[in-house]
């Protein structure tokens, strides 16, 4: 291939000749080639582009990551799994070992669900790759040639799942720090209702980059709830791409609560596509150190009579830097929407930083939309009502962050799974804030 | 009980208060009178805590406590209450679980045991009646949509779980409709007895007709000018605040 010599491609030129040098074959060669082809083109996101221009996670990447190819699974038993489980959260268990699916260590699900690894596909493998596609973001294009033994899950019609099934990634790096490109796909059923939580677990604390894609095609009049946690290690780097088709009479509701990483960068993607659909989108960032979470959404309203709500909150302290950017877009076709977004962040330090974006692009006319962010600091006339009753001031600040981050925490529906979320909001807003 | 000596304080660089004195006895009501801006509720903040304004000279001796000296929080668990002029709305924190929260702090501080749920519960229903409040108001967030009249009883009821030694009720009276006015002035009155004190800041005599102070207090430009019995407050109510000015211009001529 001719060589690239633009700086900001430098990774992609990199692993690409690689790529090259053994030509893709087998079930997934023509998407592989098409996103080489694409990668080779335009390069991984540099600080210049509008889409990253916050985010410099392609320049983090340069410095940390020196193998950009799949990572092996890693050895690891029940014993040392279950160390990581959220506690009496009852949920069947879907593990991806570094990417790749662990039929041993995930548990069996119930009848209704059939789990297959991405390498043993036959007809579904036409379906990967058309909810995120390499043109959307060139991230989910590099997981698009990287990707192995992910994993498809399907849900029958009409199945209601009594329990969450909680996708675990199990990640670890050797020395060297390399990448993870975990790809899923799940669609479900009509009428189908299920929650899906997704935690990433670090092993240790060396530096990996984890670079997700999962595809979500929600089955008609289904309900589907997909939460998940970014609570990894302080060198994790994370960028997921999540793209959601939601059909007629069907609702997906989105929550992130994002603790740790050194970087992390969500692109959320729903489209509904009829009438009569939801899309719910919500997040809560509590950051410190350095650490620096970027939320990108987009929830795209192309037919009438359909809603979108979203939600995020962050509260950030020491220097880390939080980045929202929420974008609605309302075709001409979906007269009658209902859309409405809100980011509200507090700032505990001088040297916290946000930057918040709403981007409302409506083209019918007959529509209801709403946007707002705030930025500010703790209130401190609600503090000295609070201190001025007794209550200590470290107490008073953790009551009052509490209650900001909380409006969100009752988004989730799994009791067990939420009380989990608010014990790690609360350990981390009552110990050192943020 | 409290010592206020030569008080002087500011905010902004901005001197409010200028040398106060006032000498407060357990068991006694203490009214303070005065026209706007001369320095009522700089005075309430000032023995509460509000950290923005500065005292510059002069001291407050609570209980042979320099209270000055303490954090806001300790200033409660020492029996100090601020009834605020406009209490503040938090979203998201339960009244329910701000008072407890409290309450078990305030008692943390003097060495006692925790209220367990089922006596904290039955607390709150004793008070509960005192001001008649409902307890639906309780279980929403902290005053959040709460009327004016709602916000105040909802002061007076925190006032009577925490059982204060020292009251300072600011302008709780404001805007008060009559009926709100006696069941917030009921309260008051009940809370009552030989051993707590109460400092009632206000701008009219209207209150003074339901909770009887033993003391009227006239703070005028950061000074207590006149002091005298109830009959000052009628005075002032008959007559308004121009001859309490007169008379401290011709003083100081």
């Keep these: 291939m001719s060589a690239v010599t633009k700086k900001d491609t430098s990774l992609s030129s990199s692993f690409l000749d690689s790529f ?329 330090s001088e040297d916290a930083i946000v930057n918040t974006k709403p981007q409302l692009e409506i083209w019918a006319d007959d529509v209801k939309c709403s946007h707002g962010c705030t930025t500010g600091q703790l209130d401190d006339e609600a503090l000295f009502y609070l201190r001025s009753r007794g209550i200590s001031k470290e107490n008073a600040r953790a009551l009052l962050l509490y209650a900001f981050a909380g409006e969100v925490l009752e988004k989730i529906e799994n009791e067990t799974f939420r009380k989990y979320c608010i014990q790690l909001v609360q350990e981390r807003l009552g110990s050192k804030g943020g | 009980m409290l010592t206020i000596k030569n008080l002087h304080a500011s905010i902004e660089g901005t001197p409010i208060l200028r040398g106060i004195n006032l000498e407060i006895k357990p068991g006694e009501i203490h009214a303070i009178m005065g026209p706007n801006g001369s320095g009522k509720s700089t005075l309430a903040s000032v023995l509460a805590g509000r950290e923005e304004y500065e005292v510059t000279e002069g001291e407050v001796i609570y209980k042979g406590k320099d209270l000055l000296d303490l954090s806001p929080e300790d200033r409660a668990r020492e029996g100090v209450f601020l009834a605020f002029q ?49 307890q639906k108001l309780l279980s929403r967030s902290l005053n959040e949509g709460f009327s004016g009249g709602e916000k105040k009883r909802n002061e007076i009821f925190q006032m009577a779980i925490l059982d204060p030694a020292l009251s300072i009720l600011d302008e709780t009276d404001s805007g008060l409709d009559i009926d709100a006015l006696k069941v917030v002035a009921n309260g008051v009155n009940q809370l009552r007895s030989s051993d707590n004190a109460t400092i009632v800041v206000t701008h009219y005599q209207r209150l003074l007709d339901y909770i009887v102070p033993d003391f009227v207090h006239v703070l005028f430009e950061g000074r207590i000018v006149k002091s005298g019995d109830k009959s000052l407050a009628l005075e002032l109510e008959d007559k308004g605040y121009d001859w309490i000015k007169d008379e401290v211009a011709n003083t100081a001529v």
């Design chain 1, 20 to 348: 090259y040098a053994q030509k893709p074959s087998g079930l997934f060669a023509g998407l592989r080639e098409e996103a080489a082809k694409l990668l080779t083109h335009k390069g991984l996101p540099s600080a210049k582009d509008e889409e990253y221009k916050f985010t410099p996670i392609t320049k983090k990447i340069e410095g940390n990551i020196s193998r950009f190819g799949h990572s092996s699974p890693f050895d690891i038993d029940r014993t040392e799994l279950e160390k990581h489980l959220v506690e009496g959260l009852d949920a069947h268990l879907l593990v991806l070992n570094n990417g790749f699916y662990d039929k041993n260590l995930s548990t069996e699900m119930p009848k209704g669900v059939r789990i297959t690894s991405l390498k043993d596909l036959g007809d579904d493998a036409n379906k990967i790759a058309k909810i995120v596609t390499a043109e959307k973001d060139p991230y989910a294009g590099l997981n698009q040639l990287a990707f192995q033994a992910g994993v498809f899950v399907s849900l029958d019609d009409k199945l209601v799942l009594d329990k969450p099934v909680l996708i675990l990634h199990l990640a670890k790096s050797d020395e060297k720090g390399q990448t993870i490109h975990p790809r899923i796909y799940i669609e479900t059923g009509k009428f189908v209702e299920a929650t899906f939580i997704e935690q990433t677990i670090a092993v240790d604390d060396q530096v990996y980059f984890i670079n997700s894609v999962e595809e979500i095609k929600v089955g008609e009049g289904a309900h589907i709830h997909h939460y998940k946690i970014q609570d990894e290690n302080k060198q994790t780097l994370e960028l997921s791409n999540t793209g959601v088709d939601v059909p007629k009479d069907a609702t997906f509701t989105s929550f992130v609560l994002s603790l740790q990483s050194q970087m992390t960068r969500n692109n959320l993607s729903l489209n509904l596509l009829d009438s009569n659909c939801e899309g719910n989108m919500y997040g809560i960032y509590l950051l410190n150190g350095k650490s620096h979470v970027d939320n990108h959404t987009n929830v795209d309203h192309t037919k009438p009579h359909a809603e979108s709500n979203e939600l995020y909150k962050g509260i950030l302290t020491d220097s880390s830097r939080g980045v929202f950017n929420g974008k609605i877009f309302v075709r001409q076709d979906a007269q009658k929407t209902n859309a409405f977004q809100q980011n509200n962040n507090i700032l505990l």
């Design chain 2, 86 to 134: 406009y209490p503040v709305e938090i979203p998201g924190v339960s009244s329910t679980n701000f008072l407890r929260t409290a309450v078990n702090q305030v008692r943390e501080y003097r060495g006692q045991e925790p209220l367990d749920a089922v006596k904290f519960l039955s607390l709150m229903k004793e008070k509960m009646k005192l001001v008649e409040i409902d």
